[in-house]
Each structure stands twice: as structure tokens, then as C-alpha cells.
């Protein structure tokens, strides 16, 4: 589900300036398909791929985590990866308006004070330059939090999730984290797996909860479009609680797709998946660049070709460090490239198929 939720999530950066808002109704229907797409549907994907990771993490019970070793582990997976896409954005950034090019596009780096540089750098009070990176910010700090949030979820479930829900879609502050639908995610994935929950059991209603959520997410967008780009605080607390049904809602949509011809080649994109989360937003901006040098003015245009060409660039540039450098490819994307095998499993109608819950 990784690939899929990741790619889903390149159209939540699709850039566009104030003339350009979905909210101006320019464009009429196929504005409120931006808003469904960019700021309803595919918002769950951060809070899933949070679930996905607190799930992995506990998925041999606290008896069987490690936090020294996982810590080490997440230096390389997460942190340095974190570091080299980051920093190596901020450099080219800082080249570019050394040569006049890239004001407004981006944070002004040249005149950036050193604590808002510092942030730019890594997102240590607000957002990274490369800003999707924010999810790997906010994940560090749940690693950090682990041991905590494991035996609060093991002790005190009910109590613990009650409070992290409130905590993700309240308007409340957001403290050390950027994105607190993060920690909630990260949260529901350890109760999942400490708690032995049969998630399995929803294979079975998969296609009516996937329509369901699916519902949710058009109800979702016609408010927004309503109200937006402003929106109250009762229509901000119902976005939040709508991004984390995706949370279930991935999960059935892999149940569906688990025997179907797609699941294998989808289950190998781990290093691919990683590569493209990394690599979009900077691509994105600079097809906005290009695209408002060359004068078109219509702007679904852009909207339809852009994230087209990014992800065939990703794809591109992903098959060709891999191929020529193994060694930068596995910095870049934490070692992902690597797919284990897992044990065979058997999906809502008893046909065997051959992912775990992990891998999906």
C-alpha cells in the first residue's frame, strides 16, 4: 500500500498561486476534483503509512522490541535519508537564488535568519524545505516516544488513543509536532499489533467500508469547497477525523487488490515508494517553475501533466541510481530496496495469497 498511498500523495503537492486556487471556482467541477484529490481522498495517506509503521514496529509484542537497536536501525532508514534529500534541496535552493531564479517559488534562503535556516534545514520548529519530509521529522519522534506510547497502548489503550485522537483533530497546539494526525497513526498501528486485533476480519466487508470512506471523502469535499480556502473550526475537526478513516480504509483496499495481478509487483516498491516521497515536491516546483516561463495560462493543463511527468521521472531516475549506484541508492532510500520473503496467507475468500499483513 506504500506505492500506492505515496503516489496518492503527490497530488497533495501540486503547486498553484493565489489566481490558481481551487477555491475561486475558475474552473468549476474540475476545481472541486482538486480539492477531492489534493485536500479530501488522498490526505490519508500520512496518518496510513504512520499506522503502517507503529504496526512493524510492535508487530513481535513489546517482549520481542529492541528500542537501542531500533533507534540505530532508524538513523539509516530514516534520518540520514531525512538529511541528504533535505540538505541536498536547501543547497540547490540556495544555488538558484544565488542566480535570481526561484523567488516566490520557494523560501527565501539568502535572507533566511540562522533559526529559520536551521528549520529549513531539519524541520526543527517548522517545516523542512523538501516539506513531505515532515513526515520522516514527525516519525523520529514517535521512534522516540516508542517505548512510552507501548506500554501507555499495552496498559491503558482506551485512555491513551482517547487522548491522541483528541490531540490529532481538535484545535488544540500541535507542541513538538508538525502533523498530529502522525502520532495518532503511528499510535493505532502499536495497539493494532500489541493487542493481537484480527484486522483481517475486515477483509470480508472490505468493498462497503472502502465506499464508505470513499463517501466520506466526497461529503468531505463538497464542505471544503463551500467554505474553503478558510475553513471553520467544526469543518477542520471533520477533515482530521475524515483523513484517519483512511487508516481502515487503505486497509480494505489492499484486501481487494491482494489477489489481484497488481499485489506483487505493488509489494516491491518499497525502495520505489521511498524514492518517490522524496523526490516529488522538488520536481513539482521546479515543473511549476517551467510551466509559469512558458506563459500557458490554463491551468488544469499543469495539473493534469505535471504529477505525469514527475512520477515518470521518479520512476526513471530511481531505475537509473539503482542500476549505476547501488551504494548512494541505498543512503538515499534506507536500504529499501530489498524485499523479503514472508509466509503465505490466505485472503476474505480462503484463496491463498502470498503477503502478510506487513507487506501489505
Known amino acids: 500500500m506504500r506505492l500506492l498511498l505515496i503516489s496518492g500523495i503527490v497530488f497533495v503537492h501540486i503547486p498553484h498561486d493565489p489566481q490558481t486556487s481551487p ?65 541536498s534541496f536547501l543547497l540547490l535552493a540556495y544555488i538558484a537564488q544565488r542566480n535570481a531564479i526561484g523567488f516566490g517559488y520557494l523560501p527565501d534562503v539568502l535572507g533566511a535568519s540562522w533559526r529559520d535556516l536551521a528549520s529549513l534545514s531539519f ?126 480504509g487503505a486497509w480494505c483496499l489492499s484486501a481487494l ?15 520505489l515508494s521511498f524514492w518517490i516521497f522524496c523526490a516529488h515536491y522538488p520536481l513539482l516546483v521546479t515543473a511549476w517553475m517551467v510551466w509559469n516561463r512558458t506563459g500557458l495560462g490554463f491551468y488544469p493543463l499543469f495539473y493534469i501533466v505535471a504529477p505525469v511527468v514527475v512520477l515518470a521521472a521518479t520512476v526513471l531516475s530511481n531505475a537509473v541510481v539503482k542500476r549505476t549506484m547501488p551504494q548512494l541508492y541505498g543512503l538515499l532510500t534506507g536500504s529499501r530496496s530489498k524485499s523479503g520473503n514472508v509466509p503465505p496467507r490466505r485472503d476474505a475468500s480462503g484463496k491463498q495469497a502470498g503477503y502478510s499483513p506487513q507487506e501489505r
Open 257 to 271: 487488490l491482494i489477489g489481484s495481478r497488481y499485489a506483487a509487483p505493488l509489494s516491491k516498491g518499497g525502495g
Open 23 to 87: 477555491f475561486l471556482g475558475t474552473y468549476g467541477l474540475f476545481d472541486w476534483l482538486r480539492i477531492f484529490l489534493g485536500d479530501s481522498l488522498f490526505r490519508v495517506g500520512v496518518p496510513c503509512l504512520s499506522a503502517i509503521s507503529g504496526f512493524l514496529l510492535f508487530r513481535r509484542g513489546l517482549e520481542g522490541f529492541d528500542y537501542a537497536r531500533t533507534m540505530r536501525s532508524k538513523a539509516m532508514t530514516v534520518l540520514v535519508p531525512f538529511l541528504i534529500w533535505n540538505l
Open 123 to 248: 524541520a526543527l520548529e517548522s517545516w523542512p524545505i523538501n516539506v513531505p519530509l515532515y513526515f520522516l521529522r514527525d516519525l523520529l519522534l514517535c521512534l522516540l516516544l516508542s517505548p512510552v506510547l507501548g506500554f501507555l497502548i499495552m496498559r491503558f489503550p482506551v485512555a491513551t488513543l482517547a487522548v491522541l485522537l483528541a490531540y490529532a483533530v481538535l484545535p488544540v497546539p500541535s507542541g513538538i509536532f508538525l502533523k498530529r494526525s502522525i502520532l495518532f497513526g503511528f499510535s493505532v498501528g502499536i495497539y493494532a499489533a500489541l493487542h493481537k486485533v484480527d484486522i483481517k476480519r475486515f477483509d470480508r466487508q472490505a468493498g462497503p467500508i472502502l465506499a464508505t470512506v470513499l463517501a466520506i471523502s466526497v461529503a468531505l469535499a463538497v464542505a471544503l469547497y463551500q467554505y474553503g480556502p478558510e475553513f471553520p473550526a467544526w469543518l477542520e475537526t471533520a477533515r482530521s477525523l475524515a483523513a484517519l478513516t483512511g487508516i481502515l
